[in-house]
């Protein structure tokens, strides 16, 4: 549980109260009560939250240390930005971020968001039966959040059960956006370490830099195929272990199924793996649906150019009943994410800070004052 504690310095700024969760010390806006912790990973904590003002049930993340890894400040930016424009019932929403009390020198960030009981990972290893409504539910909500991201020109590049936030009435939002890009106007994306290595497309596992929404569609299969068999479809050791776990389930590729891989290594590589001739998933799944196997198999396709689409899979015979066009309108402009690489922590820590400034408009005349006050020269 939270534990309340008096501030480190022994000082208490305004609006400001200290809790103690996991040993992890919790600096955080008057108007939240932290509940309890309910997760743990390399950034921080996340608790569950009270917001006083509203009454409504938060969940608070606690990023800690953020530029200590440049890298890693840069996914936290990236991901506050895109949030700040994403409006949709399947994609988490961000609520809040809270103001740090020094603007050039705060090291840690506080996300304030939507609060679910669970992510799909948990349902996915619990002794929870799942029905075919069950899976045929979760797969739709996560197929209609993801064509708004595509519509808005976002790719996610890290689905996996862990970042799909379920409540128990089996809703659905996508989280977790540090990996995500947005089309770079030529039709590519950029390229570089994506997607936790067992939902990888074969594309990315081939180097290949000409991917595009065919990969989240890939992640997509894997995470169906997930929950229908409750355990991952290629658990792969490395990349090369997990294009041969993918061959020997799809069976071994034709020559015309090749064509999108440029890199003469990676081709001969593929060319040289023992002859498979795979194994239809409805003998891996023999309980599923068939239409939940057509989709599947439409999904899990080699050549991403021969991948079914997700407006293709939300019109599939096996939603029927579930989509609705008219319900179901892109987003009404594309987003930008593109951010300087080579940033430094100052500019980033800077542009953060703006991001925040949207969530509390009340901070931007007090800014605006400071910036006409300062000593000039």
């Known amino acids: 549980m939270a534990t309340l504690v008096e501030p480190p310095n022994g000082i208490r700024p305004r609006g400001k109260h200290y809790y103690s969760m996991w040993q992890t010390l919790f600096e955080i806006d008057t108007k939240y009560i932290p509940i309890k912790p309910i997760g743990r990973g390399a950034y ?132 977790d956006f540090g990996l995500a890009r947005t089309s770079q106007g030529n039709g590519q994306f950029m390229t570089e370490y994506v997607v936790t290595r067992w939902y990888r497309a074969p594309e990315l596992l081939l180097c290949c830099d000409n991917y595009g929404t065919s990969i989240d569609v890939w992640s997509v299969g894997c995470i169906f195929a997930e929950i229908l068999g409750r355990k991952p479809i290629f658990p792969g050791t490395e990349c090369l272990n997990q294009l041969k776990l993918i061959i020997n389930a799809l069976g071994s590729q034709q020559e015309a199924d090749l064509a999108f891989i440029y890199n003469r290594k990676a081709r001969t590589y593929i060319k040289s793996l023992p002859y498979s001739r795979g194994t239809h998933f409805s003998r891996l799944y023999p309980q599923a649906d068939p239409l939940a196997i057509d989709l599947l198999q439409r999904m899990l396709v080699f050549d991403p150019s021969k991948r079914i689409t997700v407006a293709e899979a939300l019109q599939h015979p096996y939603m029927a009943g579930l989509y609705d066009p008219s319900r179901n309108p892109p987003a009404q402009v594309p987003i930008n994410l593109d951010i300087d690489e080579n940033l430094g922590e100052q500019m980033i820590r800077e542009m953060m800070w703006r991001e925040m400034l949207h969530y509390h408009p009340e901070a931007i005349p007090c800014q605006r004052l400071c910036i006409s006050e300062a000593p000039k020269g």
């Open 44 to 175: 921080g904590v996340v608790c569950s939250g009270l917001n006083r003002e509203t009454n409504e049930r938060v969940a608070i993340k606690k990023i800690n240390n953020t530029f200590e890894n440049r890298i890693d400040a840069l996914r936290t930016l990236r991901e506050l930005k895109l949030l700040r424009h994403i409006r949709h019932e399947n994609v988490i929403a961000l609520k809040d971020v809270m103001m740090p009390i020094h603007r050039t020198s705060f090291k840690d960030v506080y996300l304030v968001y939507e609060l679910m009981d669970t992510d799909l990972h948990h349902i996915i290893k619990s002794s929870q039966p799942l029905s075919n409504d069950h899976c045929k539910y979760f797969i739709f909500q996560l197929l209609r959040g993801l064509k708004y991201l595509h519509s808005a020109n976002i790719l996610h590049r890290d689905l996996k059960p862990g970042n799909l936030l379920v409540n128990s009435n089996c809703d659905l939002k996508i989280c």
